[in-house]
């Protein structure tokens, strides 16, 4: 080589550097391979953990909401402070499940997948935003219906549709809304007034779901299951829309949001023995709240983020969960995971290999032991 061997041996030393061997479990990268294997749901989901990119964090996901599941008081060792010490009692004691989502899943199909775990008692704690609440109530007396993204604005206006993303709610659907809501806040003002009542956003969504009395309802299941509901933006929507009406109709009704934080925090700080787990998916006031109340117990003990924000502006919404670790709103030695995607894909995903297969299999340590039918759903091991 003369003059320029040392420049190619300096050039080969740098391209073929030795590697390190990686440790013997390490996950090889290994996709599904249709036409070999049964194209089943659970095959197809069993490959994304190996998949790489965000098949794999979608994997990663599935595995820590399964560690919230499958969690029990009696993997724990008895401490000299534990007053649950019976080792049927610690085996009973699960994980206390915390879901939030944002409006806009509401007005998509992801409203059926949040309702299935609700009526199904799978999770204990929600938190959503004012539109997460009312389009649960309109739907049940108006339809949304598919559009485009590219649909202008000018144009729907003028017709009375209003757009989310792709989907065309008739502005009529919200003048039903007035006409049902009305007499409730006229009742609970009433209350309120001779009763004494004192509400507090919780409540008016449980009362909400009370008188909605609709099986296709979240909130009608929340209220039957007795699951809590906290919205601390519950004016920021068509609700507070109705309010703000009201207001003038018929003044003096009060709703106590401090209330509801008090609630809200103990939901977490008193969790103990439990241990804590959540799901968030989207960003914003449901994801700073449910961390927030975490913060309280020194975070979260499991976390499962599904959003698309990013978080090079510093939003809450994009902050990934080792940012929520500093804060101490989940714990350092948690294993928390994102998933940056859209949740309207990636939740019915996580729940087919999750909660849906301990429903399926009717597992007397499931919430309460119902079983699922599989037709649609390929939930089979």
Known sequence: MGDDEPAMLAASKAVLMPSEDLPSDSVLIRGFEFGKEACTLDALMSSMLSTGLQASALGQAIVEV??????RLSDEHVLDTDAVVEPAERASVRAKLFLGYTSNLVSAGVREHIKFLV??????VLVTTAGGIEEDFIKCMSHTYLGDFALKGADLRSRGLNRIGNMLVPNSNYCGFEDWVMPILDAMLAEQQNAGTRWTPSKVIARLGQEINHPDSIYYWAWKNGIPVYCPALTDGSLGDMLYFHSYKAPGLEIDIVADIRAMNDEALKASPRKTGVIILGGGVPKHHICNANLMRNGA????FLNTAQEF???????????AVSWGKIRADAMPVKVYGDASILFPL???QTFAKRLARADPGSSDGLSLPSAGCDVTE
Do not use: C, T, Y
């Open 66 to 71: 399964n560690r919230m599941l499958d969690w």
């Open 119 to 124: 009526q199904h008692k799978l999770v204990d």
């Open 301 to 304: 003990d499991f976390a499962v």
């Open 313 to 323: 502006d510093g939003s809450d919404s994009g902050a990934r969960p080792d940012e």
């Open 350 to 352: 996580v729940i087919s």
